[in-house]
């Protein structure tokens, strides 16, 4: 099957300008050709569907690469807690596949599943990639790897020693998880007095990481202190999901030379913008519109790391955390607003964090995150100019995921 989306403008996700009056071919799942002159769309749409994309962009497929479709994102980590922990698996497996769904909706075309309990949502993986039912492209980690009452126990996967280790990364492998996540250190989710104290001592990161590389599989940590950053960093781990900087008594742990050793070897950065913080644009009545600025200005403060990071070279993907307290999967559009604000970031530059930058934290950069010939056609088309306002991203007209047609005016085609 060909189709043609023509007359659109084109925002391909490698950050350039954009391409008005393009049409882009798609040849069964790839796209196959992109003609910039509307003059030229006419002859290539011989033979082909046609749809009529005037007035509106064509960008990427968003890759939102941290999730926790498990998790229903209630407004306090105990409900979120209590929800998974009630459900049977094949209650889990459904309620996962609903959230997948709905990040298909909002123009997420791939996610990375960061950690639930059980092995549920590798089956909703499969059964998205056979077409069973329509949902994103799905990379599923399975249960997160972490010590003895560490961050996210109760998903299953408690382990202590480097031997444990080593077993659990490779029971993770042979039940057919496609990365690795680690929790080195704590985190808010779970009671803990110093949540951001490391939890996994650095030659068990080293023998995590090189076990990992041995079975081909990458390496995503929860990392909430800039010693877990450091251990984690030295591992050679992938992506440092969080990266936060804090030391146990409080003050900046922040550390150039690491830093340099980061942007050196491409670890990236998870910029998650979850609920918590992306409230902070939603004109609620709850905060007076001074209250919210000054709150704003506060969490830019908070991110003086992250610009500098970005400055020196750091690579950064933005996500979600959807799942989690108060981050519905289908509010993907604050998260791309939160960042354009704390990162200085222009919406063409934030759409290619979540798009080309979100597909090469993956490893699957080959396959999507930008419209070009030979990749998949995981494409999102908007009523809007996300350029004028990244809220325009919740406008979504039609979503492709490699090629087929998934979501038109809000609804999942099946």
């Known amino acids: 099957m060909k189709l043609v989306l023509r007359n659109g403008t084109l925002i391909d996700g490698e ?54 479709l498990a998790f229903e994102p209630y407004s306090d980590h105990e409900s979120v807690i209590r929800q998974m922990l009630a459900d049977s698996d094949q209650t889990l497996a459904l309620r996962e ?72 990364v490779r029971r993770l492998a042979k039940s057919g998880a496609d990365f690795i996540k680690v929790m080195a250190t704590g985190g808010m989710m779970t009671a803990s007095p110093n949540p951001g104290i490391p939890r996994y001592t650095q030659v068990e990161l080293d023998a ?8 081909n599989k990458r390496v995503a940590a929860h990392v909430g202190s800039a010693e877990g950053i450091k251990r984690c960093v030295k591992a050679g781990i992938n992506t440092i999901e969080h990266c936060g900087w804090g030391n146990p008594d409080g003050s900046s742990g922040y550390d150039p030379q690491i830093v340099e050793q980061m942007a050196a070897q491409e670890t990236f950065v998870g910029a998650t913008m979850p609920g918590l913080t992306r409230n902070l644009l939603r004109p609620d009545g709850q ?26 070279g750091v690579p950064f993907t933005l996500s979600s955390d ?48 930008t419209i070009k010939p030979g990749k998949m056609a995981d494409i999102l088309v908007l009523e809007a100019d996300p350029l004028q306002d990244l809220g325009n991203v919740r406008q979504v007209a039609l979503v492709l995921k490699e090629g087929k047609p998934v979501v038109s005016q809000g609804r999942l085609l099946l």
């Open 97 to 168: 596949m609903r959230h997948a769904q709905q990040c298909l909706l909002a123009g997420i075309t791939t996610v990375r599943d960061c950690g639930g309990k059980g092995f549920g949502t590798l089956a909703v993986r499969d059964a998205t990639a056979a077409g069973i039912l329509p949902g994103p492209r799905i990379l599923a980690s399975g249960m997160p790897i972490t010590t003895t009452f560490g961050h996210l126990y109760f998903c299953g996967l408690e382990v202590d020693g480097i031997d444990q280790v080593r077993v659990a």
């Open 15 to 68: 950050g350039g300008q954009p391409i008005p009056n393009a049409a882009v071919l798609i040849a069964d799942d790839k796209v196959e050709r992109i003609v910039e002159s509307f003059a030229d769309a006419d002859s290539l749409a011989s033979g082909a569907k046609a749809i009529d994309c005037t007035g509106k962009f064509i960008l990427p497929g968003l890759v939102d690469s941290h999730v926790h």
């Open 287 to 312: 905060l007076t519109d001074s209250e919210r600025q000054r709150r704003l200005e506060e969490l830019y403060q908070g991110w003086r790391s992250f610009r500098n990071m970005k400055a020196v």
């Open 322 to 369: 959807a799942g989690v307290r108060d981050t519905p999967f289908d509010e993907i559009y604050l998260s791309l607003k939160l960042y354009s604000l704390m990162m200085d970031a222009s919406p063409l530059e934030t759409i290619r964090a979540i798009t080309q930058e979100g597909a090469r934290a993956l490893g699957i950069e080959q396959i999507c995150g």
């Open 208 to 215: 995590l990481c090189e076990e990992a590389r041995t079975l």
